[in-house]
Nanobody
Framework: QVQLVESGGGLVQAGGFLRLSCAVS????????MGWYRQAPGKQRELVAA???????IYADSVKGRFTISRDNAKFTVDLQMNSLEPEDTAVYYC?????????WGQGTQVTVSS
């Protein structure tokens, strides 16, 4: 059974940083695209950043230059380094894995940025 477990969320002041990590129990982790999504209260879930099996990355315009996604295929993890955090970044952040046309999700981790 595939499991994704996020960690690293919390409360931080505007301008601060956090690093989220997602541990994946999936034997073929290196073959799958990974991503981070977020959902703020009253809003739809949105893509924050994604990384392909080959290491190509994409970012939402709102986080470009501030967030960095990375993966470690040896450790089966995908991280999201978030710098210069803004109150608008407050949301529940979800780890996502795409495998054979299906989406797998973690339970989410809360990120709160105070002004």
């Amino acid at each position: 059974q595939v499991q994704l477990v996020e960690s690293g969320g919390g409360l931080v002041q505007a301008g601060g940083f956090l690093r989220l990590s997602c541990a994946v129990s999936e034997s073929f982790f290196s073959f799958n695209a990974m991503g981070w999504y977020r959902q703020a209260p009253g809003k739809q879930r949105e893509l924050v950043a994604a990384i392909s099996s080959g290491g190509r990355t994409i970012y939402a315009d709102s986080v470009k230059g501030r967030f960095t996604i990375s993966r470690d295929n040896a450790k089966f993890t995908v991280d999201l380094q978030m710098n210069s955090l803004e109150p608008e970044d407050t949301a529940v952040y979800y780890c996502n894995m795409k495998k054979l046309g299906a989406d797998y999700w973690g339970q989410g981790t809360q990120v709160t940025v105070s002004s």
